[in-house]
């Protein structure tokens, strides 16, 4: 439980650097990019493993570039779900994903290496 408490809110660090670096991407408070951290980790652990599978045939024939799509649409189904958080687009989308994995996990990593 708490790996799953700092993991979201290493997310939500990374959601605002996003926001603030990005023009199609709102985000009204640091509570909602909260709850934006939090729907993105439950999306990402049960919603995309089912597309990863229910899309084998496109993910091998585009050569991995459809997993790209499946973290836009997972983007999008969070801005639908989450009051206050808004992508204006499928490319603000994109950058935003790839921009919050990057941050984030530069985050774990400054965070696991400071661990004794």
């Not at 909260?34 to 919603?47: D, K, Q, R």
């Not at 995309?48 to 229910?54: E, G, M, R, S, T």
């Amino acid at each position: 439980m708490v790996s799953f408490l700092s993991k979201v809110l290493f997310t939500a660090v990374a959601v605002l650097i996003a926001t603030y670096i990005l023009n199609g991407v709102h985000v009204n408070s640091t509570a909602t990019a909260i709850i934006v951290a939090a729907v993105l980790g439950l999306l990402n652990t049960f919603v995309k493993p089912i597309l990863i599978i229910l899309t084998i045939p496109f993910t091998i024939l585009t050569l991995g570039l459809f997993l790209l799509v499946i973290n836009v649409l997972i983007i999008k189904w969070t801005s639908a779900l989450v009051p206050g958080f808004r992508v204006d687009g499928w490319w603000p989308a994109l950058w935003f994903s790839i921009i919050v994995s990057l941050v984030s996990s530069f985050i774990e990593g400054l965070v696991r290496s400071n661990e004794p």
